[in-house]
């Protein structure tokens, strides 16, 4: 691990039970201040149950979470104006504009209006969004959805971004949009989180990769440590364990005979 | 593959259960709801034996055609559509719409309320039974009527399936729901009123009955009530035939509603407003604002506010002018208040956009300053325009002035007890097709009932210094009332941030869950 950079989120032993079922077994998470970074694994690995958790949102059973070097349940004051989230399921003010939607999100904040405003209009024209701006998040589709998510998190300038599967069910344009805006981001020194099971696209974007499966992290430092010789995805197979069973059983199956 | 469905639906109300005792607690106080609607509703229409046997039929007559009528209106409203099972979420499988129509109803009938509606229907055969036969022809007449109830709101429900799918169709029914709650209180302000003496005779009843003996489960309560053979056979062989019709119509709907494909994508833009803005820059303006373009956005707010005028409205005619003025008008405070008490609900999952700004406790209660100011801004004026029509229909001026400050301040004691009620008890409200006012999603039942009781419990307990002395014509307490709803809307909030800042996580989870 490197020692010389500060960590933008640490987490210690942190975890997180669901009636009997363990979803975050003590993980020891560590991202650099200004990587771009994956958070991998499977469904059901824990991803979103941990950045839940580190966002505040979601109280863990065990464990610290820092963010900056601050706790985040202990010293929230410090911690919430320095992130911004973008959580898995799209939810947002449905019966708001997006452009409604992000004078709220700037205001509650405590912004000065004619800078919300301003920031606003901007992310609108860079997110693709100015000609549905004044449509309800309602009747928005996935990708406006995850734009106009995006613009809410972004729109005071966090030091941190959170972002649970920003590309998943988007389309390619809006995905390239996503892309650019948030390398744009990292350029400045910015750190972002973001989960996702694409490991092409991790592969693509990020410099820091943390592999969980099964509530634990299985690997984690930078994209060359993690992947070693070979390609993020076969690495990723070894890691989380997923031998290839293709071959026994469903020896029934792609004879079309019934 | 009946019996499938039928052990589908259990496990889906086995599977409600799961995950916390809350959910087992919401279970068994429905099946104790359903108990209870059961016995009394059975030991009522039992009670009819007592009357004279013309006097009974064309009660009974009316009370199957009404509860009908409920069965057939309910799922569209307070219920929903039975997602669990929406055909649309079945069409992939290879099961014929013969089957699958027998399927769903099997599992229609399978559940609390299901079961509770026939034992309260069986109330009527012990009340116009005289003898084996007759014992076996009203069974015969409840099961039909039953399956009437049954397949007509199926047939409806799917008939109507994809305007309640739409945004529309939902915004659109929401409000259709008012006129029905107006239509459900008909008979009480009739009876209520002036009027109703002279309503109200065994004449009228005679031909209500008559009008309601030509409908299906009307035609089934009449052969129950009745010995002659002539009005027993054709009658019951008429509700099977209606029974069958309808039947094969749900199916007809079924295959359509099948193969058809969702198109409502228009969508259209809002004007661009500056609302709020006067509100102040900070939270507490950009919170207030938000609320207020919610009140008239979203179906569900707009649904409670407007019945909680509706039903002020009603008992003020119903109650007539024996208790003036204030009593009407603490009572709409006292509805508009509560449209509080589950604040953070009606965010719903987006509720975390809240909480993540919240790092204080004075992040909270400027949350919660806002979002009381939204609900002071449409409820005063309309306090507002209730003392102003009260005063003018009364010619007592004063008497209004009076109960509208006294108004103000039970608003105010009301928004104090409900944010807190918000923070200590909040649940989540179903955005999804059910569209009608404050009920709750699977497993979370019994919430909204903890929470209304106890805002009722804590605004009536302090309402009380504001009110006895008001209804006893104390008038120098109302100004002094303003001020006192003015102290606890404050305190509320207050408490209700304590509360909260230690709870985010919690709230956030019990508002997020989708119905």
């Given at each position: 691990?490197?020692?010389?950079?500060?960590?933008?989120?640490?987490?210690?032993?942190?975890?997180?039970r669901?009636?009997?079922?363990?979803?975050?077994?003590?993980?020891?998470?560590y991202?650099?201040?200004?990587?771009?970074?994956?958070?991998?694994?499977?469904?059901?690995?824990?991803?979103?149950?941990?950045?839940?958790?580190?966002?505040?949102?979601?109280?863990?059973?065990?464990?610290?979470?820092?963010?900056?070097?601050?706790?985040?349940?202990?010293?929230?004051?410090?911690?919430?104006?320095?992130?911004?989230?973008?959580?898995?399921?799209?939810?947002?003010?449905?019966?708001?504009?997006?452009?409604e939607?992000?004078?709220?999100?700037?205001?509650i904040?405590?912004?000065?209006?004619?800078?919300?405003?301003?920031?606003?209009?901007?992310?609108?024209?860079?997110?693709?969004?100015?000609?549905?701006?004044?449509?309800?998040v309602?009747?928005?589709?996935?990708?406006?959805?995850?734009?106009?998510g995006?613009?809410?998190?972004?729109?005071h300038?966090?030091?941190?971004?959170?972002?649970?599967?920003?590309?998943?069910?988007?389309?390619?344009?809006?995905?390239?949009?996503?892309?650019?805006?948030?390398?744009?981001?990292?350029r400045?020194?910015?750190?972002?989180?973001?989960?996702?099971?694409?490991?092409?696209?991790?592969?693509?974007?990020?410099?820091?990769?943390?592999?969980?499966?099964?509530?634990?992290?299985?690997?984690?430092?930078t994209l060359?440590?993690?992947?070693?010789?070979?390609?993020?995805?076969?690495a990723?197979?070894?890691?989380?364990?997923?031998?290839?069973?293709?071959?026994?059983?469903?020896?029934?199956?792609?004879?079309?005979?019934? | 593959?009946?019996?499938?469905?039928?052990?589908?639906?259990l496990?889906?109300?086995?599977?409600?259960?799961?995950?916390?005792?809350?959910?087992?607690?919401?279970?068994?106080l429905?099946?104790?709801?359903?108990?209870?609607?059961?016995?009394?509703?059975?030991?009522?229409?039992?009670?009819?034996?007592?009357?004279p046997?013309?006097?009974?039929?064309?009660?009974?007559?009316?009370?199957?055609?009404?509860?009908?009528?409920?069965?057939?209106?309910?799922p569209?409203?307070?219920?929903?559509?039975?997602?669990?099972?929406?055909?649309?979420?079945?069409?992939?499988?290879?099961?014929?719409?013969?089957?699958?129509?027998?399927?769903?109803?099997a599992?229609?009938?399978?559940?609390?309320?299901?079961i509770?509606?026939?034992?309260?229907?069986?109330?009527?055969?012990a009340?116009?039974?005289?003898?084996?036969?007759?014992?076996?022809?009203?069974?015969?007449?409840?099961?039909?009527?039953?399956?009437?109830?049954?397949?007509?709101?199926?047939?409806?429900?799917?008939?109507?399936?994809?305007?309640?799918?739409?945004?529309?169709?939902?915004?659109?029914?929401?409000?259709?729901?008012?006129?029905?709650?107006?239509?459900?209180q008909?008979?009480?302000l009739?009876?209520?009123?002036?009027?109703g003496?002279?309503?109200?005779?065994?004449?009228?009843?005679?031909?209500?009955?008559?009008?309601?003996?030509?409908?299906?489960?009307?035609?089934?309560?009449?052969?129950?009530?009745?010995?002659?053979?002539?009005t027993?056979?054709?009658?019951?062989?008429?509700?099977?035939?209606?029974?069958?019709?309808?039947?094969?119509?749900?199916?007809?709907?079924?295959?359509?509603?099948?193969?058809?494909?969702?198109?409502?994508?228009?969508?259209?833009?809002?004007?661009?407003?500056?609302?709020?803005?006067?509100?102040?820059?900070?939270?507490?303006?950009?919170?207030?604002?938000?609320?207020l373009?919610?009140?008239?956005?979203?179906?569900?707010?707009?649904?409670?506010?407007?019945?909680?005028?509706?039903?002020?409205?009603?008992?003020?005619?119903?109650?007539?002018?024996?208790?003036?003025?204030?009593?009407?008008?603490?009572?709409?405070?006292?509805?508009?208040?509560?449209?509080?008490?589950?604040?953070?609900?009606?965010?719903?999952?987006?509720?975390?956009i809240?909480?993540?700004?919240?790092?204080?406790?004075?992040?909270?209660?400027?949350?919660?300053?806002?979002?009381?100011?939204?609900?002071?801004?449409?409820?005063?004026?309309?306090?507002?325009?209730?003392?102003?029509?009260?005063?003018?229909?009364?010619?007592?001026?004063?008497?209004?002035?009076?109960?509208?400050?006294?108004?103000?301040?039970?608003?105010?004691?009301?928004?104090?007890?409900?944010?807190?009620?918000?923070?200590?008890?909040?649940?989540?409200?179903?955005?999804?097709?059910?569209?009608?006012?404050?009920?709750?999603?699977?497993?979370?039942?019994?919430?909204?009932?903890?929470?209304?009781?106890?805002v009722m419990?804590?605004?009536?307990?302090?309402?009380?210094?504001?009110?006895?002395?008001?209804?006893?014509?104390?008038?120098?307490?109302?100004?002094?009332?303003?001020?006192?709803?003015?102290?606890?809307?404050?305190?509320?909030?207050?408490?209700?941030?304590?509360?909260?800042?230690?709870?985010?996580?919690?709230?956030?989870?019990?508002?997020?869950?989708?119905?």
């Amino acid at each position: 691990m490197e020692a010389d950079r500060t960590a933008a989120v640490r987490t210690d032993g942190l975890v997180k039970r669901f009636g009997a079922q363990v979803a975050v077994a003590g993980i020891d998470l560590y991202v650099p201040a200004g990587s771009f970074a994956g958070l991998v694994g499977p469904n059901g690995a824990g991803k979103t149950t941990t950045l839940s958790m580190v966002t505040g949102l979601l109280r863990p059973d065990g464990g610290t979470a820092y963010v900056n070097g601050a706790d985040v349940w202990r010293d929230p004051v410090s911690v919430k104006a320095a992130i911004g989230v973008l959580p898995e399921g799209l939810r947002l003010f449905e019966r708001l504009s997006g452009r409604e939607l992000l004078a709220y999100n700037g205001r509650i904040r405590g912004l000065p209006g004619a800078q919300v405003d301003a920031r606003a209009e901007e992310l609108l024209a860079v997110m693709d969004l100015a000609e549905a701006a004044d449509k309800l998040v309602v009747d928005y589709s996935t990708g406006m959805r995850k734009k106009i998510g995006l613009a809410a998190a972004l729109l005071h300038n966090p030091a941190v971004l959170f972002l649970d599967e920003p590309f998943e069910g988007v389309d390619p344009v809006s995905a390239n949009t996503i892309r650019e805006v948030l390398l744009r981001y990292t350029r400045s020194g910015s750190t972002v989180i973001f989960s996702s099971h694409t490991m092409e696209l991790v592969e693509r974007l990020c410099d820091w990769v943390s592999v969980m499966s099964r509530g634990q992290v299985v690997a984690q430092g930078t994209l060359d440590q993690v992947r070693g010789e070979q390609s993020l995805y076969d690495a990723f197979l070894g890691l989380v364990g997923a031998a290839s069973n293709g071959e026994e059983g469903l020896s029934w199956l792609g004879s079309s005979s019934g | 593959m009946a019996w499938l469905f039928v052990r589908l639906k259990l496990r889906l109300i086995a599977g409600g259960t799961r995950g916390g005792i809350d959910k087992k607690v919401g279970l068994v106080l429905t099946v104790l709801a359903g108990i209870f609607v059961a016995l009394l509703g059975f030991a009522l229409l039992a009670l009819l034996r007592l009357a004279p046997a013309d006097v009974a039929a064309d009660v009974l007559v009316i009370v199957f055609a009404v509860f009908a009528l409920i069965w057939l209106i309910m799922p569209l409203f307070a219920f929903g559509l039975d997602e669990t099972l929406d055909p649309s979420r079945l069409a992939l499988f290879p099961l014929t719409t013969r089957q699958l129509a027998a399927g769903l109803f099997a599992a229609s009938v399978t559940g609390v309320w299901p079961i509770a509606s026939l034992v309260v229907l069986l109330g009527g055969v012990a009340a116009v039974a005289r003898g084996p036969i007759s014992v076996l022809v009203g069974l015969v007449a409840v099961l039909l009527t039953l399956a009437f109830c049954v397949v007509a709101a199926r047939a409806l429900t799917t008939g109507l399936s994809k305007a309640l799918r739409s945004r529309r169709g939902r915004d659109a029914i929401a409000l259709a729901g008012l006129g029905f709650l107006v239509v459900v209180q008909l008979p009480n302000l009739l009876v209520n009123n002036r009027l109703g003496p002279e309503l109200f005779t065994r004449e009228t009843l005679g031909a209500v009955a008559g009008a309601f003996r030509w409908t299906p489960p009307g035609m089934a309560a009449h052969a129950m009530a009745s010995d002659d053979v002539v009005t027993v056979v054709p009658g019951l062989a008429a509700v099977a035939l209606c029974v069958g019709a309808l039947g094969w119509l749900w199916v007809v709907l079924l295959r359509r509603v099948l193969v058809t494909v969702d198109t409502t994508t228009q969508t259209s833009a809002v004007r661009r407003t500056k609302g709020g803005r006067h509100l102040g820059e900070g939270r507490v303006g950009a919170v207030a604002g938000k609320e207020l373009k919610y009140m008239w956005r979203d179906p569900r707010y707009r649904v409670g506010w407007f019945s909680a005028v509706v039903v002020a409205v009603i008992f003020t005619l119903s109650v007539g002018d024996e208790l003036g003025v204030l009593f009407p008008i603490t009572l709409a405070a006292i509805l508009l208040g509560l449209q509080a008490a589950n604040v953070f609900g009606t965010d719903g999952r987006a509720f975390w956009i809240n909480l993540l700004t919240f790092a204080r406790e004075a992040d909270v209660r400027g949350d919660l300053t806002g979002r009381q100011l939204a609900h002071a801004l449409v409820a005063v004026p309309t306090l507002t325009v209730m003392a102003v029509v009260a005063g003018a229909v009364t010619g007592d001026v004063s008497g209004a002035v009076f109960a509208w400050l006294a108004a103000c301040g039970v608003l105010g004691v009301t928004l104090g007890a409900g944010v807190l009620a918000a923070t200590m008890a909040p649940y989540s409200v179903p955005e999804r097709v059910n569209a009608f006012g404050n009920t709750a999603v699977p497993g979370q039942g019994w919430l909204p009932f903890a929470n209304a009781f106890g805002v009722m419990f804590v605004a009536g307990a302090l309402v009380t210094p504001v009110v006895l002395p008001a209804a006893f014509g104390l008038a120098w307490v109302a100004p002094i009332s303003v001020l006192y709803g003015l102290a606890v809307a404050w305190g509320g909030r207050r408490l209700a941030a304590m509360v909260a800042i230690d709870r985010l996580p919690q709230i956030l989870s019990s508002v997020s869950r989708v119905g």
